[in-house]
């Protein structure tokens, strides 16, 4: 690779990772494509994650190194570490993710066929290491078979992801710069970023996908997906709240009857995912947005 080729940003965000960061900081050091900026950003983590990261660091090449004096949250610190981007396209990794050698590199081929000013996304396959029932498996394979499906879908896929008919493995993704500086970067008020992110990407530009295992990806029982279905739960309460201010958005997002009609689906799914696990509050919000879809001008 020669450095004509475009900047490629990867933000390595980390809290309580020291035992998984310096895998995911050597996957991006032996990436095929060299032209990468390394910014990794430690939201004050409580175990020895800093001391792990700054070793790292004396070791290996030069980055950005930026540590949090508190506790921002996901949406927040990544925010403040895209600021010190210079990169056409960034990855948003997690300190317990690793990329797989060719990943950059596939990705920004992607790119390089089509006008890259008008994609907003181009993402792959992943292999997933569960670490809570010691299993293994491809990440789309396993979504294909829950939704009954082939592939996941690219191209204009905004009606898809809205009740999860499409999905985006967020950190197998190589994200166009200039559209996430146009959109506003992540919802700081959200404590996660993709599916709020993706809808707001989808809405106005392409989403392009690579059939390939581009990344690792472990799940852990601290990961903040793992937190979605607990019962009297306070970070699952947080959890689904952001989700229901994701779905609110869809009012204005949304542009015709079969996009308030997706949203209406995912709004039953919610009203029922909350009943299961007794958060009464958002099953009556969910109730009354679901009435508000029914009404919505695109539906009459």
């Not at 949406?75 to 210079?86: D, E, G, L, R």
């Not at 396993?142 to 999860?164: A, C, M, R, V």
């Not at 599916?195 to 990407?201: G, K």
């Not at 009012?251 to 009609?261: A, G, I």
Request: with cysteine.
């Amino acid at each position: 690779m020669q450095n004509s080729d475009p900047l490629v940003t990867v933000i390595c965000s980390c809290y309580n990772h020291s035992d998984y960061i310096e895998i995911a900081l050597d996957s991006v050091l032996n990436q095929t494509y060299k032209n990468i900026q390394l910014i990794i950003i430690d939201d004050y983590s409580t175990d020895n994650s800093v001391e792990v990261i700054e070793n790292w660091i004396s070791k290996n090449n030069k980055c950005l190194f930026i540590k949090n004096k508190n506790n921002l949250g996901l949406t927040k610190s990544f925010n403040k570490a895209f600021a010190n981007v210079k990169g056409d396209y960034f990855i948003d990794l997690a300190g317990d993710d690793s990329l797989m050698p060719e990943c950059v590199s596939t990705q920004v081929s992607v790119y390089k066929k089509f006008n890259s000013e008008s994609i907003g996304i181009v993402y792959g396959n992943a292999q997933v290491e569960n670490r809570i029932n010691k299993s293994s498996y491809v990440f789309f394979d396993k979504f294909s078979q829950n939704i009954k499906t082939s592939k996941p879908k690219d191209g204009k896929i905004y009606k898809e992801l809205i009740n999860h008919k499409n999905t985006i493995c967020s950190v197998s993704a190589l994200n166009n710069s200039k559209v996430f500086k146009t959109l506003g970067g992540y919802d700081e008020s959200l404590v996660y970023e993709d599916y709020d992110y993706w809808l707001r990407v989808a809405k106005k530009y392409p989403i392009l996908y690579v059939d390939k295992i581009l990344v690792k990806r472990i799940k852990r029982k601290s990961s903040l997906g793992n937190t979605n279905n607990l019962r009297f739960n306070k970070k699952t309460f947080i959890f689904k709240k952001s989700t229901y201010c994701v779905v609110k958005k869809l009012l204005k997002l949304n542009k015709s009857k079969e996009e308030d009609h997706e949203a209406i689906g995912k709004t039953k799914r919610e009203i029922k995912e909350n009943f299961r696990i007794f958060n009464l509050i958002l099953v009556i919000k969910y109730v009354i947005l679901c009435f508000k879809f029914k009404k919505n001008k695109h539906m009459l």
